[in-house]
């Protein structure tokens, strides 16, 4: 199975800033995941990454907001722009690799909004 | 659409007790997948096992077991001789299509309290 390192593990930011978040993955993988999960609750996926094309937003998640860059096979970074107290959440890259059995998840980042 | 319900929010146990965590799921596919994720305390989910939808066998790996009927549209999650390390939150998901991948539904999760 692929390991994802993701980056910042956890920050605390002022709202109205920006927080980037990176997935670097040890294998070529076609698309990516990024997930939200709101304190206490499940896991709502965001947008899908395809390398070299645009991300696919789900129902309620918007690029404004949610920008997302795919330069590679291996890497994406998610944004977090203009931050508000309602984004408090941990944040979740994944990536399915060909033949496993399972998505790979990375260890999250635990935003705090303040 | 895809939907996931698991029931029970949370359940607490006593080590050594037996515990079968339910889900249910709804979808229009004849092609599905289902998977079980553990979320400990620290944060990380770890993939438990994936389903296929044409695949109804139960299956056991060590203390875990699963259930899969498709009839009830059910695939539950047994830990048998539960353990503190078993607290956690779990997750089940599904996954329709068997073509490429596709995202991943989750239920909204149940927290096991294992106690000593």
């Known amino acids: 199975s692929a390991v994802i390192s993701q980056k910042p593990s956890r920050d605390i930011c002022q709202r109205g800033t920006s927080l980037t978040i990176q997935c670097q993955v040890d294998?070529?993988?076609?698309?990516m995941f990024w997930y939200r999960q709101q304190p206490g609750q499940s896991l709502t996926l965001i947008a899908t990454a395809n390398q070299g094309s645009e991300a696919t937003y789900e129902s309620g998640f918007v690029i404004d907001k949610f920008p997302i860059s795919r330069p590679n096979l291996t890497f994406s970074t998610l944004t977090v722009s203009n931050m508000s107290p309602e984004d408090s959440s941990i944040y979740l890259c994944s990536v399915a690799i060909q033949g496993a059995l399972g998505y790979t998840f990375g260890s999250g980042t635990r935003l705090t909004v303040v | 659409a895809q939907k996931v319900t698991q029931a029970q929010t949370e359940i607490s146990v006593v080590e050594k007790e037996d515990v079968t965590l339910d889900c249910v799921y709804e979808?229009?596919?004849?092609?599905?997948?289902l998977f079980w994720y553990k979320q400990p305390p620290s944060g990380e989910l770890v993939f438990l096992i994936r389903?296929?939808?044409?695949?109804?066998q139960n299956e056991i790996s060590g203390r875990y077991s699963w259930n899969f009927q498709k009839s009830t549209s059910s695939f539950n999650f047994t830990i048998t001789a539960s353990q503190v390390v078993d607290s956690a939150v779990y997750f089940c998901a599904l996954r329709n299509g068997d073509t490429g991948f596709q995202k991943l539904v989750f239920g909204t999760g149940t927290r096991l309290l294992v106690s000593p």
């Open positions: 979808t229009r596919d004849t092609t599905y997948y």
């Open positions: 294998s070529q993988v076609t698309m």
């Open positions: 389903r296929n939808s044409f695949d109804e």
